[in-house]
């Protein structure tokens, strides 16, 4: 049975992202890689997205640019509040570009590896 690795040192742990197209896996693949860290937490951006119950736009058309924001900011917001509790962070699902910047700046800003 392979070894977890554990967190050794105090502040952030890393952020991991696993992206792709619908359907190839990445639900699987993200619960696996955060199975490997402890601690850990595997966040699906699907979660997050079908967490809109009024007002849904699907996620590809133009008019969703706000909900995909806010959607967005909550999952970095969740991720944020992960790692700065010392959890290495698997966050999965179909991450588009806005989101990435959104991550990679407030990792920066805390200095967390991305």
């Not at 133009?62 to 991720?79: E, F, I, K, L, P």
């Amino acid at each position: 049975m392979p070894r977890r690795r554990t967190r050794q040192t105090g502040g952030m742990a890393d952020l991991i992202v696993v992206t792709g197209p619908g359907g190839v896996g990445k639900s699987t693949v993200g619960r696996i890689v955060a199975s490997n860290f402890e601690p850990s937490a595997h966040l699906r951006m699907d979660d997050f997205l079908f967490s809109v119950v009024g007002g849904w736009v699907d996620p590809w058309r133009a008019d969703a640019s706000r909900q995909n924001d806010v959607v967005g900011r909550a999952a970095v917001g969740a991720a944020m509040q992960f790692l700065a509790g010392g959890y290495t962070v698997v966050l999965e699902g179909t991450v588009f570009p806005d989101v990435l910047e959104g991550l990679a700046a407030a990792c920066r800003e805390r200095e967390v590896s991305f």
